[in-house]
């Protein structure tokens, strides 16, 4: 099983800022088969990113990912006030599909 | 519009089976497009994949909870349905139905359902 470990926990940022969220896989992440989701309170998960970098539909282009193998990366390039939630990662490159932990990105 | 909406008891005993089931409209579950597929999320924790279904009946669980769990589909109502076994506090979660195209991410959610067992 694919352990995916996110960092940081919590990020404290204003609106406006960059947001650099970190998932590390322990093993190598077949064919960069890794999503992000983002989560807000009493809500389902709204998919984000797929295949690493391409971002889902109807989602604004500030929002990207990168990276390969055991690291990826999701950028937030300016946050907007309802981009605080929270994040994680999933990958689907080998069975059972595996989540980060998540990472919290809230209001400094 | 795809949408997915989970129903079922709030509230199952220990040692009991819980029982969900996820109704689906908007896309028919048995185009074959896609896998229809259960995740949990105890109270402020992460999320965990339980299994998929396909339409022809074909499913696949995570290990960790194969033992104890069931996923069955029934196209004529468009629904598909989760069962866990023997239940014991540590299944209290929200539980989502979630689409699943080529059962790798999850696009389309419920808005999920509190389970919560109690002894």
């Known amino acids: 099983e694919i352990v995916l470990t996110q960092s940081p926990a919590t990020l404290s940022l204003s609106p406006g800022e960059r947001a650099t969220l970190s998932c590390g896989a322990s093993?190598?992440?077949?064919?960069?088969?890794l999503v992000w989701y983002q989560q807000k309170p009493g809500l389902a998960p709204r998919l984000l990113i797929y295949?690493?970098?391409t971002r889902a539909s109807g989602i604004p282009d500030r929002f990207s990912g990168s990276g390969s193998g055991t690291d990826f990366t999701l950028t937030i390039s300016r946050l907007e006030p309802e981009d605080f939630a929270v994040y994680y990662c999933?990958?689907?490159?080998?069975?059972?599909?595996?989540f980060g932990g998540g990472t919290k990105v809230e209001i400094k | 519009q795809v949408q997915l909406q989970e129903s079922g008891p709030g509230l199952v005993k220990s040692s009991q089976t819980l029982s969900l089931t996820c109704t689906v409209s908007?896309?028919?579950?048995?185009?074959?497009?896609?896998?229809w597929s259960w995740i949990r999320q105890p109270p402020g924790k992460g999320l965990e994949w339980i299994g998929f279904?396909?339409?022809?009946?074909?499913?696949y669980y995570n290990p960790s909870l194969k033992s104890r769990v069931t996923v069955s589909i029934d196209t004529s109502k468009n629904q598909f349905s989760l069962k866990v076994n023997s239940v014991t506090a540590a299944d209290t979660a929200v539980y989502y139905c979630?689409?699943?195209?080529?059962?790798?991410?999850?696009?389309?959610w419920g808005q999920g359902t509190l389970v919560t067992v109690s002894s």
């Open positions: 979630a689409r699943a195209p080529a059962a790798r991410t999850f696009d389309y």
């Open positions: 908007g896309d028919s579950i048995s185009s074959g497009d896609y896998y």
């Open positions: 279904i396909y339409s022809s009946g074909n499913a």
């Open positions: 093993q190598s992440v077949s064919s960069n088969y």
């Open positions: 295949d690493a970098s």
């Open positions: 999933q990958q689907y490159g080998s069975s059972p599909l595996t």
